[in-house]
């Protein structure tokens, strides 16, 4: 007999997800049909049977044509009143469903916002662009809630003038920088963000942390980030006399482009930045994304495989901007995002005046050629995370002393190796 209450049962739910799901259900649909007329028409083509206005155009015409407008007029308008009657039903659920009388959704739970939180990575620009409620809006965290001026803002007495931000990388959320008590492999590990904001001086870090929809282009995020520090500086309990950032993954690409941005406009947040760790940053691109695009190029190399393309192009803005580490607007505006361009980012330096160190991975035992191009620490070379690149101008020039290499070690264990916990605590404490 199963005595968990109904907000137990259903704690990884807020009303408004059935909402979204719903929209992804109608979204995913509409989006199939096209990929079978795209199939149906290409068969046309290849038999002779297609229309002139019709030819390459992935559509068909006539009596098929008008079924298929009809199917996806059909999915439409479900879809619609599934969206108006989800919408109207929120309350209840709210109530009935997860026992909360005031009709709030509850706190989310770890497993809820890590799902979120890859669905977001994988495609995020379409859930903002569809205005869907899973889709992740932007916010700086303190004590695992969003900052908002009136209900959840820290006094005086509990902050310190300097912040540590935390940024964390693609499909992942802030929630995953403590280690999960459920891991075995992080049963004895701590945290970064536990030992480096530890007390042990007079003026201690505050920790803060960001969350946001890694499916966007890095240069959006890195505009509402940019945004997002300027009003926090501005209300900030205390004078803020430092801001430290630690940066995993796509997190160490965001702080670049939100530094530049804020610069060209002026801000005055960049001159309180002092130092960024960047753990395993792509500065110059991974390689699996270029994987991606490789299938890309292959599915629409015949008229047959051409509408399966789609299906390898529903990867989001922030993952093809991984392909060589886009950090602003010019480098991906005007170009088709899934075509194979070459690398046309206008290079930016590391941001002047700022102390930056770098953690690179790799799962090998040693230093070399297979181990910096391919192997690296499974999802990011060895060469890109350390800021190399065999066009001189273009590489990242990090002190020697302020890099370091782990080697036997994966992408994910950066975020909670006592090795790196340890080589953090040597460089900022």
Not at 119 to 137: E, R, Y
């Amino acid at each position: 007999m199963n005595t968990n209450s109904p907000r137990q049962r259903h704690r990884h739910w807020h009303p408004s997800d059935l909402r979204g799901i719903g929209q992804m259900a109608v979204q995913a649909a509409a989006g199939l049909t096209r990929i079978v007329e795209g199939v149906h028409q290409s068969v046309h083509e290849r038999l002779g049977l297609s229309s002139a206005e019709a030819q390459g155009s992935g559509r068909t015409t006539g009596i098929t044509g008008s079924v298929y407008r009809g199917i996806d007029g059909v999915t439409q308008l479900v879809g619609q009143g599934l969206d108006k009657m989800l919408r109207g039903m929120e309350p209840w659920l709210a109530k009935s469903l997860l026992g909360d009388a005031t009709g709030q959704p509850p706190l989310g739970s770890p497993e809820r916002e890590a799902l979120l939180a890859a669905l977001n990575g994988v495609m995020g620009d379409h859930l903002q662009a569809s205005h869907n409620p899973l889709a992740t809006p932007m916010s700086l965290r303190w004590q695992n809630q969003a900052l908002a001026r009136g209900t959840h803002w820290p006094q005086a007495a509990d902050v310190s003038p300097r912040v540590l931000l935390m940024l964390h990388g693609l499909c992942m959320n802030d929630l995953q920088w403590q280690p999960s008590p459920a891991r075995a492999e992080h049963a004895a590990q701590g945290s970064h963000v536990a030992a480096l904001c530890q007390p042990a001086s007079l003026m201690p870090l505050t920790p803060l942390s960001l969350r946001y929809n890694s499916g966007l282009h890095i240069s959006e995020n890195g505009a509402l980030l940019a945004t997002l520090l300027e009003d926090t500086l501005a209300h900030w309990p205390v004078p803020l006399e430092q801001l430290d950032v630690l940066a995993h993954s796509m997190g160490g690409l965001l702080i670049r482009s939100a530094w530049h941005q804020a610069q060209a406009q002026g801000m005055r947040w960049p001159r309180k930045l002092k130092r960024i760790v960047f753990l395993g940053t792509p500065h110059h691109g991974a390689p699996l994304e270029r994987a991606g695009n490789w299938i890309d190029m292959v599915l629409g190399s015949t008229t047959h495989t051409a509408p399966l393309a789609k299906l390898g192009q529903l990867r989001s803005a922030g993952i093809t901007d991984l392909r060589h580490g886009n950090l602003l607007a010019q480098d991906w505006q005007g170009r088709d995002r899934f075509h194979p361009n070459p690398d046309a980012r206008e290079h930016l330096p590391l941001p002047e005046g700022v102390d930056c160190y770098v953690v690179a991975a790799t799962l090998a035992a040693k230093r070399g050629v297979l181990a910096e191009r391919l192997i690296g620490d499974g999802l990011v070379p060895l060469h890109s995370a350390l800021g190399l690149h065999d066009d001189p101008a273009r590489c990242l020039h990090f002190a020697p002393e302020h890099q370091w290499i782990a080697y036997r070690m994966n992408h994910m264990a950066l975020l909670h190796s006592p090795l790196v916990t340890r080589k953090l605590l040597e460089w900022l404490r």
